[in-house]
Every structure is written in C-alpha cells, then in structure tokens.
C-alpha cells in the first residue's frame, strides 16, 4: 500500500517568508507526528496530533510554529516568519496507534537564505 | 545528560563480521523501543521495535533489551556492505512521542 508522503520534497525560501510543509500519512493511521532533523543528528519531535487534535506541541520551538490536521488525515506544518536555523529535514510519521512502529515519510528539505 | 545516547562512531566492520551497536536511555517510563536505518538523504526505516526485557531475533538482526540497566542494543550479524548507513535508536513514551539518539555511522567493508 502507498506510504507516507509529504510535499514539497524540497523547499527554498528567504528569511522572513511563510512556508507550509503537507504529510498524508497512511491511511486509517489515527496517530501522526511530525519531526525536524538536522544534519549529523537523529530526528527531533515537534508534534503528536491522535485524530484532529494536537495531542502533545511540546516539542515546537516557538509560536513561529503551528501545525494542523483539521480532517484527522492530512496534516500542514505551518512555519511563520522563517529563520536561518529552520533549515533542516522536517519528516512526518504515522502510527496506527500510538506506542505501534511509525512509518515516516521521505521528508522536506527545507533552506532559508 | 542526554536523553538517549548511542555509541559514538563511526564503526567500521569487515564484510562477514558481527556489528554491535549500542543505546542507552533515561527516561525508565519508556514503553517501546527501536531501531532505524537511515541512508544518506534517505527517511528512517524500521530495522527491530522491542518492547520486552530479552532478545528477539529477525533474520541477520537481533535486538536486546535491559529494562533495568536502561540499555537497548543491535546486533547485525553477517554484516554487508549494504548494512553501511546511520542506525538510530529511538525511545518511546507511553503515547508513541519518540525520543531519537544522534545515530552511529556504521560502514561495512568489503
């Protein structure tokens, strides 16, 4: 069956500009959590969303952040106002339940000038 | 201290070999442990999960657990060029949150 997938597979943008960063996970996977990895280090947690909800933010740097899943399958990762060091590879996982194996997407690479 | 910490790398194995690959983690509520591959460019893809004291064993792969020394290891025996990747080791919570160690670079030579 399909996979994960996320779009855009990479993203260039200048310091200042919005991006938004899409995952559809797998389908009838309720759990769905999106992370940021940078070079030479493992994937970081942002976000756990269980259904449309937001589960556990903790992991978002700051309120340039937001992430959504209004329909409880696609999810948008909204970034405001991007800095240098939003570079990174955000990657997106799905569970079909929450401490099951979370397959993760191919991720977006994305650059701020 | 961090919260999961691997073996520093790189490791380096002759083709044929046994590699041993080795996680240790803080946090003694976590629930459910793994192992992932990642190639170069490439998105994390499950090796072994392990979620109970012991062994347990998938073809070339076997993972143990330690729940009381907070350890996690992988074993990859044969080892193939092909196994040359970063290997990440990942700890999770009791709602699936998955805490990542910063990966051992293992390269198999021929």
């Known amino acids: 069956g399909a996979g994960v997938s996320q779009t855009p597979s990479n993203k260039v943008t200048e310091k200042g500009k919005y991006v938004e960063l899409r995952c559809d996970p797998i389908?009838?996977?309720?759990?769905l959590y999106w992370y940021r990895q940078s070079l030479g280090q493992g994937p970081e947690f942002l976000i756990y969303f269980q259904g449309t909800g937001a589960a556990d933010d903790s992991g978002l740097p700051n309120d340039r952040f937001f992430a959504v899943r209004p329909e409880g399958s696609v999810s948008t990762l909204k970034i405001q106002r991007t800095e240098r060091g939003d570079s990174a590879v955000y990657l997106c996982?799905?569970?079909?339940?929450?401490?099951?194996?979370?397959?993760f997407g191919p991720g977006t690479r994305l650059t701020v000038l | 201290q961090k919260e999961v910490e691997q073996n520093s790398g790189p490791l380096s194995v002759p083709e044929g070999a046994i590699a041993s690959l080795n996680c240790t983690y803080s946090?003694?509520?976590?629930?459910?442990f793994f192992w992932y591959r990642q190639y170069s460019g490439k998105s994390p893809e499950l090796i072994m999960s392990i979620y109970s004291n012991g062994d347990k064993e998938d073809g070339r792969f076997t993972a143990q657990l330690n729940k009381a020394s907070q350890y996690v290891s992988l074993l990859i025996r044969d080892s193939q060029p092909s196994d040359s990747a970063t290997y990440l080791c990942a700890v999770g919570t009791s709602y699936g949150k998955l805490t990542f160690g910063q990966g051992t670079i293992l390269t198999v030579h021929p």
């Open positions: 996982a799905s569970s079909p339940g929450t401490i099951d194996t979370q397959y």
């Open positions: 946090d003694r509520g976590s629930q459910s």
């Open positions: 389908s009838g996977h309720t759990a």
